[in-house]
């Protein structure tokens, strides 16, 4: 593992400078600049101008935090050691009041010259892998990586810190301050606790907009897809296979709610799913389980269908209990309980929301084409509690997101770290 010389910046100076140009710009209007022409003038302005070639010329040095990020491992609720680097990064480049919050999150702000708006950009630090996945990343002769997370997200957390990296050496001052996040809890059963403990207690009150960069790619999410997910047990008495035959047997009872949920008709638009992801249970071939357990996730990006599919499922649930125990009459009666384990809001903007609609021209200023979309992301927690939120991609492409042969490919993908540049630029302006 390989790590990078840190960043000599005169941070008293940084702060001190200001350009006017760039500030008449960011402060001429009461709402982020929203259309190409107003974002391509902020990009013309030397400062950003400089911090975009910045980014461009840096982006090895991007791509280095990528890898060391990436090969120190980040299970699901074990994000603490990949936290500390980015933790340390952030110190190295300056920026204000680094600290760790209490869930993990690890936080620094840049001022701007006024104190609102509050800009908040974050990329999560968990991968969906467990512990003792082998974390190494490969890189082949094309110049494709390869590794658990390298793309979702290495990606993103590289591209926070380059874009920290850009603004510092071309001396850029936002309006706005904006404070930058490591978060944890994006992925499986980390159940967004991250991004839901700095709206509801770390910054609460304070974030004015929000920007996830989630990933490789280039696209705009503005409409979060929510989900619940549940672990139902179901239970019973247990024995022998052969002496205690004929009692209800929950493996069973799960195999018959199995089979009832993917009956399940639901429509395509909005698109709404539903996944059986993980089974478990019993102690030996040979004995009938006392208890089996199965993990269900469901999404959709309408609330009113995520709530009608929840409903319909345990439904299912309760009877495929039914059917069980009306199949072994006689037999003590197997239960269920059902945990919620997973709850993210669903949540939208339209299109022509100023965020979105920024975010989008700083991707044509840059001649970028930049696809708007759904996705599950940290933005749905802004997104569903009405604060200006969308998910960025953080450039290059990535392919095979969580699976063990994740791969990214650095092709332009300088262009996602421009991207997310004058994005904080136009979007951190009262």
């Not at 760790?100 to 950009?121: A, F, K, M």
């Not at 799960?254 to 799913?273: F, M």
């Not at 927690?381 to 699976?403: C, K």
């Amino acid at each position: 593992m390989r790590t990078w010389p840190p960043v000599k910046t005169d941070m008293s100076g940084a702060w001190r400078t200001i350009v006017s140009g760039l500030l008449i710009s960011l402060c001429a209007t009461s709402a982020p600049a929203q259309d190409a022409a107003a974002v391509a003038g902020l990009a013309g302005q030397p400062p950003v101008k400089a911090a975009l070639e910045s980014a461009r010329s840096s982006e090895p040095q991007t791509i280095q935090d990528q890898v060391r990020f990436c090969e120190v491992p980040a299970p699901p609720f074990k994000e603490a050691a990949r936290g500390e680097l980015v933790r340390n990064a952030f110190q190295e480049l300056g920026l204000r009041n680094v600290r760790v919050d209490r869930v993990g999150n690890v936080l620094g702000d840049r001022p701007g010259t006024q104190p609102r708006p509050r800009l908040v950009v974050a990329a999560h630090l968990d991968t969906v892998f467990p512990e003792g996945t082998p974390v190494k990343v490969t890189r082949e002769k094309s110049g494709l990586l390869r590794g658990p997370g390298i793309s979702d997200n290495c990606r993103g957390l590289a591209v926070i810190v380059g874009a920290v990296r850009a603004l510092n050496a071309a001396r850029v001052q936002t309006a706005g301050p904006v404070t930058f996040v490591a978060n944890v809890g994006e992925e499986g059963l980390g159940d967004l606790r991250g991004v839901k403990a700095l709206f509801t207690d770390t910054l609460k009150g304070q974030i004015d907009r929000f920007v996830s960069i989630d990933g490789g790619s280039l696209y705009v999410t503005n409409v979060g897809v929510g989900s619940h997910r549940y672990r139902v047990t179901f239970k019973g008495p247990g024995g022998h296979s052969f002496g205690a035959f004929g009692l209800a047997n929950p493996a069973n009872a799960l195999g018959r709610a199995v089979a009832k949920i993917a009956e399940i008709q639901v429509p395509s638009q909005p698109r709404t799913t539903f996944n059986v992801g993980r089974i478990g249970g019993g102690t030996s071939v040979n004995a009938i389980p006392a208890d089996a357990w199965m993990e269900i996730d469901m999404r959709s990006s309408d609330a009113n269908h995520l709530a009608a599919l929840d409903t319909r499922i345990q439904a299912a649930i309760a009877a495929a209990v039914d059917d069980e125990n009306r199949r072994w009459r006689g037999s003590p009666p197997i239960s269920v309980v059902t945990e919620l384990v997973g709850d993210r809001p669903a949540g939208a903007l339209p299109a022509n929301a100023p965020i979105v609609l920024a975010v989008q021209a700083a991707g044509r200023a840059l001649g970028l084409a930049v696809p708007l979309g759904e996705g599950s992301t940290d933005a749905n927690l802004a997104l569903s509690l009405r604060i200006p939120g969308v998910a960025m991609g953080g450039g290059g492409e990535g392919s095979d997101a969580h699976a063990i042969g994740e791969s990214w490919n650095p092709v332009e993908s300088w262009k996602g770290t421009q991207h997310v540049v004058l994005a904080i630029v136009a979007l951190s302006q009262p």
